[in-house]
């Protein structure tokens, strides 16, 4: 029995970018056409994705590695330590794409987001660079480049990375 390794696929700019509303442009069309959508989010900052006082809070106070909380619809695992991601890609394996949001420094193919003209410094210190959604019209882009704005576009780009379907 192979293993699916699902496309990975990374969304990286500058904070304030756009890469969160592009993402989610993405995600909501290549759902629609059936794909299985997967994301991992990187944050620069410690993050709480508990509530103090309740009980998985409680337990991770209390010194659980990992507190996990389930119901009818979601599940949600967290682990006290931190993963990267080729730790964290097994438990997408069912996907058909991964979204990475940041980790500019990792080397996954890669949708670069610009919103100044002064922030293309960034294509010359990434790697894997697919294409550029810009805010404006940048010269000398080696890569395909299309507006911030472009969704289908960029959806074309990502089609063609996915093997799938263009039109």
């Not at 509530?51 to 979601?74: F, L, Y």
């Amino acid at each position: 029995m192979t293993q699916h390794r699902p496309h990975v696929l990374q969304v990286v700019g500058y904070s304030g970018s756009g890469k969160t509303t592009l993402l989610v442009k993405l995600i909501a069309r290549l759902t629609a056409c059936g794909y299985k959508v997967g994301t991992i989010k990187h944050d620069a900052h410690d993050f709480d994705v508990d509530k103090p006082g309740k009980d998985t809070w409680q337990h991770r106070e209390a010194g659980a590695c990992i507190v996990s909380i389930t119901s009818a619809a979601k599940t949600a695992i967290m682990i006290q330590e931190r993963r990267s991601i080729e730790e964290l890609l097994p438990m997408y394996e069912d996907m058909d794409v991964v979204f990475i949001e940041g980790y500019k420094w990792a080397d996954y193919p890669k949708i670069v987001v610009l919103r100044h003209p002064e922030h293309t410094e960034l294509l010359e210190n990434v790697t894997s660079v697919l294409m550029v959604a810009a805010w404006e019209p940048l010269p000398n882009i080696s890569c395909p480049q299309y507006h911030i704005n472009d969704v289908t576009g960029l959806m074309k780009e990502v089609l063609l990375y996915l093997g799938g379907e263009t039109d």
